[in-house]
Structures are given as C-alpha cells and as structure tokens.
C-alpha cells in the first residue's frame, strides 16, 4: 500500500480559487520522487495540500494512519529565542521522540559541521548553515515521508553531496522522499520517479522514460519537460 495518496479536484488559497487541481499521486516507501516545474507551476502549493496547509481543498489526502512526515519548507523557519540544540530538544519533547533521535540529531549535525554552532541562535547563521539545520531538524525524527522543498537552495558544493549522500542513506533505510527542485539534472540523475508540474496540474508523472515518453522529450532530458515560459508569463 502507498504511503500516500494525493488526489486533489481543485484547491487554493482562497475561496473559489482554484490554484491547482486534477492532481492525482501516490508515493511508496523507499520511493525518491523528484518534482519539478517551473516559478508558479503550483509545486509547493501542492506540497502544501498535500501536508493539509491550504484553507481550501476539494479532494483527498489518504495516508497510511502510523506514518510520520516531515517537511524543510523553501524558507528556513526558527524560533527566534531558542539555541539550535533547543530547537532539537523542543521538537524531540513534543513528537516524543527518544534519546536516540537525539543522538542521531548530533550525528547529522556534525556531518553538516554545525556541531560547534550548536548553542547559538540560528538567526545568526549563514543561509546555508540555517537551511542544513533545517534538514537535521527534519531528518532526526526518522519520519517515513520526508518532503524537501528545494533541498539544496544556498547549499555549498560540499554540503551539496554530503545531501546526496543522506539522501540516498535515508531512502535505502525505507524512507520515502518527495523533492521539489529546479535542479533537474540531479534530479533526474537521483530520483525513482518524477512529477512534472505545470500550470497547477499534473503534466506527466512516472519513471524517467514514462515522464519523456508524456512530454514528447525525445532528447532524453528531462529538462526539456518544462515549458520555456515562466508560467506567470503565460
Ligand atoms: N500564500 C499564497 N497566497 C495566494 N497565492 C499564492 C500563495 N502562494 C502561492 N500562491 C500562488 O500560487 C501559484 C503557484 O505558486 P507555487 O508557490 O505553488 O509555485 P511553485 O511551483 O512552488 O513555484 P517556485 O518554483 O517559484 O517556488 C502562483 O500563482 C502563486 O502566486
């Protein structure tokens, strides 16, 4: 059985607006799904739906009821009177998590060598540092479905392939991943599965050569999948 299974008629931010919809999807355990689409496909607005964010939604979100989720939004996003390391301790008291989350947290934490940084607040932190703090926070738990919006924004070439790396060490291990990026040639190069998003829908979905074969990309590059415009020109 899925993991999950998104199929939205149509939903929005407001009432009668329709951002995205007929987006039907599903994705498995140990599943690396790479999404794509252009500024203002509807990408992390489907996300968004997806995770039960979005005030209107016509539609259904059916989850597999023991499975845990995590998300590292396209901003980070801290609170601003607690350390990192409290961020940590914060989300492992609420989620109930165990001291080996903790330990784990400390592991990921040195790998993106923030481990020095630790009690510092992470207003302070370079873009990059606050987005791999973001990722440690998500990861720590363990969640079956971890969803990345645009994993390596701000990330340095090094920093780049250590997350790869827990990329793939995350999926082997059971994780399904949901990964929204303009890093398509990674992405195409990493992922399982894709999702081309365009125009609030779906436009093709499926492995590699199923999502080619959809766009008509005879070239075999999945870059040729997008649409040239940005879809506010349109
Ligand atoms: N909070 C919001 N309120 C109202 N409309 C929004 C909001 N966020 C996004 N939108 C609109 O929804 C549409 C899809 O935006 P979305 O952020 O989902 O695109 P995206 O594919 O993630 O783009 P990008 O690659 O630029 O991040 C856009 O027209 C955008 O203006």
């Not at 165990?98 to 060598?113: D, G, S």
């Not at 890093?183 to 779906?202: H, K, P, W, Y």
């Not at 499926?206 to 999502?211: A, F, I, K, Q, W």
Request: include cysteine; proline fraction near 3%; charged fraction near 25%.
């Amino acid at each position: 059985m899925a993991l999950i299974h998104v199929k939205i008629k149509q939903a929005g931010y407001k009432p009668n607006e329709s951002i995205i919809s007929n987006i039907d999807f599903s994705i498995n355990r140990g599943e690396l799904v790479g999404m794509i689409g252009n500024n203002g496909a509807g990408k992390s607005t489907t996300i968004k739906a997806m995770l039960g964010e979005l005030p209107f939604l016509e539609g259904k979100i059916e989850k597999n009821e023991d499975s845990s989720y995590s998300y590292i939004p396209e901003r980070p996003i801290y609170y601003d009177e607690l350390t990192l390391w409290e961020h940590f301790e914060f989300v492992c008291a609420v989620e109930q998590l165990q001291e080996e989350n903790l330990e784990y947290a400390k592991e990921l934490l040195n790998v993106f060598r923030l481990i020095d940084r630790i009690h510092e607040f992470p207003s302070t932190f370079s873009k990059g540092m606050q987005q791999k703090g973001m990722i440690a926070l998500a990861m720590f738990s363990k969640p079956d479905l971890l969803v990345i919006d645009e994993p390596f924004m701000g990330l340095d070439p090094g920093s780049t392939k250590l997350l790869l790396d827990m990329i793939d060490q995350e999926r082997v291990s059971g994780t399904a991943i949901l990964m929204c990026t303009h890093i398509v040639d990674t992405a195409q190069r990493i992922c399982d599965s894709f999702l081309v998003v365009e125009n609030g829908t779906i436009k093709a979905s499926g492995t590699l050569d199923e999502v080619l074969s959809q766009c008509g990309a005879e070239d075999g590059n999945l870059y040729s999948c997008l649409s040239l415009e940005d879809e506010g020109d349109e």
